[in-house]
């Protein structure tokens, strides 16, 4: 069975910290997007990635794929940032892809 | 540049009840997705549409749930009858191509069954 790991599931940071959220998946994926979801229920895109690293802002998100791992970094913490984060991975299987989805990690970012 | 367009924003029906859910992509986003996120976890792919056809709908109910995109742009999804577990977000995204490409969400329809 596919399967997206999110760890923590709940985070609480104090202002100005360095904060990572982990995702590990079971099988070989094409893709791995990080989303963010507000309160409320809104869902921003972060990223998508297939190898390497990326950076946006404080937000930085890297894979290793030879060991099914992606980590979302967040520099500088503010509350602003927080929110629900979710990683999803995109798996080929048969004739068509399937996207699955973490169950997230809800991040609390004191001032 | 609008973004993508959901409605209603939430929605309240007896078990048994039908309802309809409507989503409007961002212009020219080839493929559109509907999930269903139920509290407290991840999102869940109901169905994927590329252009008018359907590539996923391996995650549909298909007894009690369906969903259109007939003329490729806007797209409902109706659950006829609704039963309690159906409560969720109804959440739907659109891309310029495919899973490749960034997903925009819309805001959602929040589904409360009684």
């Known amino acids: 069975k596919n399967e997206v790991e999110q760890s923590p599931q709940n985070l609480t940071a104090q202002e100005g910290e360095f904060i990572t959220i982990n995702c590990s998946y079971s099988?070989?994926?094409?893709?791995l997007h990080w989303l963010q979801q507000h309160p409320g229920g809104g869902i921003v895109s972060l990223f998508m990635?297939?190898?390497g690293k990326k950076k946006h802002g404080r937000l930085i998100a890297t894979i290793n794929i030879q060991e099914k791992h992606s980590s979302l970094h967040i520099t500088a913490s503010h509350p602003r940032d927080s929110a629900v984060y979710i990683c999803?991975?995109?798996?080929?299987?048969?004739?068509?892809?399937?996207?699955?989805f973490g169950k997230g990690t809800k991040l609390s970012v004191k001032p | 540049e609008a973004g993508v367009a959901q409605s209603p924003r939430y929605k309240i029906i007896e078990k048994r009840q039908s309802v309809a859910f409507w989503c409007n992509p961002i212009?020219?986003?080839?493929?559109l997705y509907w999930y269903q996120q139920i509290l407290g976890q991840g999102p869940k792919l109901l169905i994927q549409?590329?252009?008018?056809?359907?590539?996923?709908d391996s995650q549909l109910p298909k007894d009690r749930f369906s969903a259109e995109r007939l003329k490729g742009v806007d797209s409902t999804l109706k659950i006829q009858p609704a039963k309690l577990e159906d409560s969720a977000v109804y959440l739907c995204?659109?891309?310029?191509?495919?899973?490749?490409?960034?997903?925009?969400f819309g805001p959602g329809t929040r589904l409360t069954v009684l």
């Open positions: 995204a659109s891309s310029f191509r495919d899973h490749l490409n960034e997903q925009f």
């Open positions: 099988v070989g994926i094409s893709a």
């Open positions: 990635l297939s190898s």
């Open positions: 999803a991975a995109f798996y080929y299987g048969g004739s068509q892809g399937n996207l699955i």
């Open positions: 212009s020219g986003h080839a493929t």
């Open positions: 549409f590329q252009n008018n056809g359907v590539v996923d």
